[in-house]
């Protein structure tokens, strides 16, 4: 349950396979806080018939799981899901220093993105020492 990369995820997938075994690849989207709270977005593709079995343990651990197909779908929708996450927080980044150097309230954006369509958990979390 980590973020590989799809060629190396096929490889692995590969030599399980071909030693009889069966291979998920299942990557989660969230963080420790949403980990303790069974609130991972669980993201897997390959044995679907092993994704089934697994089912009550991603239940436990998460609030969705996604069966993406074949092996190698899951890593590249986390990539581009971290490329998403990351693209925000930049733009995040940048509009909070950007309010510092116009001398205006960085708690009061906060606010603002809060109460608008920007409103998530992600933002309140990564802001909330700001």
């Given amino acids: 349950m980590s973020t590989l990369d799809p060629e190396t995820s096929t490889e692995i997938s590969q030599v399980i396979t071909s030693r009889g075994g069966r291979y998920l690849e299942a990557p989660v989207s969230g963080n420790r806080q949403l980990s303790e709270n069974g609130m991972l977005v669980i993201l897997a593709a390959g044995d679907k018939a092993l994704f089934d079995d697994c089912s009550s343990c991603f239940q436990a651990m998460g609030k969705k799981s996604f069966y993406l197909?074949?092996?190698?779908?899951?890593?590249?929708?986390?990539?581009?899901?971290?490329?998403?996450?990351?693209?925000?927080?930049?733009?995040?980044?940048?509009?909070?220093?950007?309010?510092?150097?116009?001398?205006?309230?960085?708690?009061?954006?906060?606010?603002?993105?809060?109460?608008?369509?920007?409103?998530c958990a992600f933002l309140d979390q990564k802001c909330q020492s700001n």
């Fill in 69 to 119: 197909g074949e092996v190698g779908n899951a890593s590249k929708m986390m990539l581009i899901v971290n490329m998403i996450l990351g693209s925000f927080m930049a733009s995040v980044a940048e509009g909070f220093t950007l309010a510092k150097i116009v001398s205006q309230s960085q708690d009061v954006l906060l606010y603002i993105l809060s109460q608008g369509p920007l409103a």
